[in-house]
């Protein structure tokens, strides 16, 4: 779906200080956070709290939920061993709940 569509009558200057302040903007960190497979939102949404999220997905790609992590920007230096982790544990429940739809199905 269209972010113009989804955010056309949203004011985006509601969120922290470091939020997207218009449909472009906001555009291009969606694409970023899709390439890199996860989003980084560092006071986006809060000041002082960076906000870290995985999707889970099926084999096919669609995303069947998320997992995430807030945490304070100062420790957001470590991110990466966060991310590292959220990945892995997204992962994990990704194959725990294809395994159990595999077996409802039968």
Excluded: W, Y
């Amino acid at each position: 779906m269209e972010l113009g569509t989804l955010f056309g009558a949203v004011a985006l200057s509601n969120g922290g200080p470091r939020a997207a302040h218009d449909l472009q903007e906001l555009s291009e960190r969606t694409q970023m956070d899709r390439e890199r497979g996860f989003v980084l939102a560092v006071e986006e949404f809060e000041h002082g709290t960076t906000e870290i999220s995985a999707p889970i997905a099926a084999p096919g790609g669609s995303i069947l939920a998320s997992v995430s992590v807030a945490l304070a920007s100062t420790a957001s230096e470590d991110h990466q061993r966060v991310v590292r982790l959220l990945l892995s544990m997204a992962s994990e429940l990704a194959e725990q709940l294809c395994e159990q739809v595999e077996d409802d199905e039968k």
